[in-house]
Structure formats: C-alpha cells, structure tokens
C-alpha cells in the first residue's frame, strides 16, 4: 500500500465550515507535503511541513504532523466553493522522489 | 512563463501502438518524473530522473520508457508492452538545491486512451 494514506476519501461541507482531512504514513520522513489537484489538471504544491516543526501555517490551510503517530492533518479554514478539489499527501523520505497518498476529495458546496 | 508543459493534453491510439508523451520545463530544475494516475486514485510513480543522462525506475515502469538527452526536456514513451495504458500521466520536476524542500512542479497531465 503508499506510504500516505489520506482519511477520509471524500468530504462535503457548506461554504464557510473547516475541512480537515488527516494523512498517515508508514516510514520515518524528512518532510512531508500537501498538494492540490483540480478535477484534470496538475497538482499544485500548497505547503511542506518538516519533520522537526509541530505546526505551520499559510493563509487559510494549518498543517500538524505528529511524527511519533505518523500522521499529519490539513485544515482548510471558511472553505470556499473554490477549494473544491483533492488533496494528496505526499511524503519525502530522502530515497527518490516524493510518495503520494491516495487522497481525499472535498467538495464545498456554495 | 516559467513551468511545465506537457503535450497533447489529450491523446488516442490503438492498441499495440507506442506513444511518446512530452514533458518540457523551463525552470532550470535537475530532477524530474513521470507518475500515472488512475480515475479515483492517487499518484504512482513511474520513472524519475535526479540529472540529465540518468534515470531511475519507479513502482510501475514495466511497459514504459524514457530518455532524458536534455535538462529540460524527459519523454515517457508508452510501449505496446503496457497492460492497461489508459491514464492520466503527470510529468514534475523539482530542485534538488533546494534541499531539504523538494516540493515538486507539475505540468497540466496527458490523458492517454487506448482502444
């Protein structure tokens, strides 16, 4: 199975409520990532969270990772109808490229 | 503009033919990959190359290959050999100076259908 699991697989919240959607992996990591992807197209980078940081911030999103549970989460704070998308998690392990999650799919509605 | 494009965006053959996807970056980075994904799910990696002249296999290159004769440029060819071609492939690349960050840059996806 990856590396990143995302829970849940899919989320529908009304515009203005907070989305989280949690990550768990299974290895040690040097960073771990959140990507955006828009129904057919690329994925966007959104933020990186090292290993050695707690929390961090931009904008609207909050990123936690717990590294003795394995697990990061994604707040996506007052959503909007634009934040429909999906999410993956993606972790660096120092071996080779980034191994990407499955997902979770957030639909805002307006 | 700097970034990744990738082309056609939309792509058909027939089975038993090979295709070549294209990938082009200009943002001057080293490495770069190719990952499919499947309607649903998320990104599996396919090759990757960390400099030019080089590369490395990822989870499922079995049916692909590539060659990467130019920084800026890392074409995935899909082989008859490929069970179940039919994907949406998504070229990348990231800065390995950037160290100990490799958020990676993605070009907009080939949809690839084989029938």
């Known amino acids: 199975s990856q590396q990143g699991e995302e829970d849940p697989q899919a989320l529908s919240i009304q515009e203005g409520e907070n989305a989280t959607m949690n990550c768990s992996y299974k290895?040690?990591?040097?960073?771990l990532q959140w990507y955006r992807q828009n129904s057919g197209r690329g994925l966007v980078h959104l933020i990186l969270i090292r290993s050695n940081e707690r929390e961090k911030h931009s904008g609207r999103l909050r990123v936690t990772l717990d590294t003795s549970k394995k697990s990061s989460s994604l707040l996506i704070t007052a959503s909007r109808a634009a934040d429909t998308a999906s999410y993956f998690c993606a972790t660096d392990t120092g071996r080779r490229a980034l191994t990407f999650g499955s997902g979770t799919r957030l639909q805002v509605q307006p | 503009d700097g970034g990744i494009t990738q082309s056609p965006k939309y792509l058909f053959r027939k089975e038993g033919q090979n295709v070549t996807l294209s990938c082009e970056q200009n943002l001057n980075h080293d490495a770069m990959y190719w990952y499919r994904q499947d309607p649903g799910q998320g990104l599996r990696l396919i090759y990757y190359s960390q400099i030019v002249n080089d590369f490395q296999k990822g989870d499922i290159a079995e049916g692909y290959s590539v060659s990467r004769e130019k920084k800026e440029s890392f074409p995935l060819t899909v082989t008859s050999a490929q069970k179940n071609p039919t994907a949406f492939y998504l070229c990348?690349?990231?800065?390995?100076?950037?160290?100990?960050?490799?958020?990676?840059?993605f070009g907009p996806g080939t949809r690839l259908t084989v029938t």
């Open positions: 290895t040690s990591i040097n960073n």
């Open positions: 990348a690349s990231s800065s390995r100076d950037r160290a100990p960050s490799y958020e990676q840059y």
